[in-house]
Nanobody, 119 residues
Framework: QVQLVESGGGLVQPGGSLRLSCAAS????????VMWYRQAPGKQRELVAA???????RYADSVKDRFTISRDNAAITMYLQMNSLKPEDTAVYYC?????????????WGQGTQVTVSS
């Protein structure tokens, strides 16, 4: 079984920074694509950032040059560094990982972490 645990959300003032983490554990053989999504109240979940095809990064236009997605050397913890935060970044953030585990390959979701940007 594979588990994802997110951390790092919170309340921050506009212009501030937060770093979200997503730690994977369990019977993991390999982690493929890694993505961060967010969902604001009353809105659809949207893709924010991704690492695909072994290392190519992609960002939504709304967060480009402000957010950075990364993974650690062991590649089992993923990060989303968020700088210059704006009130419109307020949302629940979810990590989504494409994982080959002992039971096969599928995608997993983190539990979500709330990010609130407000003065």
């Amino acid at each position: 079984q594979v588990q994802l645990v997110e951390s790092g959300g919170g309340l921050v003032q506009p212009g501030g920074s937060l770093r979200l983490s997503c730690a994977a554990s369990g019977s993991i053989v390999k982690i493929y694509d890694v993505m961060w999504y967010r969902q604001a109240p009353g809105k659809q979940r949207e893709l924010v950032a991704a690492i695909i095809n072994g290392g190519i990064t992609r960002y939504a236009d709304s967060v480009k040059d402000r957010f950075t997605i990364s993974r650690d050397n062991a590649a089992i913890t993923m990060y989303l560094q968020m700088n210059s935060l704006k009130p419109e970044d307020t949302a629940v953030y979810y990590c989504n990982l494409d994982i080959l585990g002992s039971g096969g390959r599928r995608t997993y979701w983190g539990q979500g972490t709330q990010v609130t940007v407000s003065s």
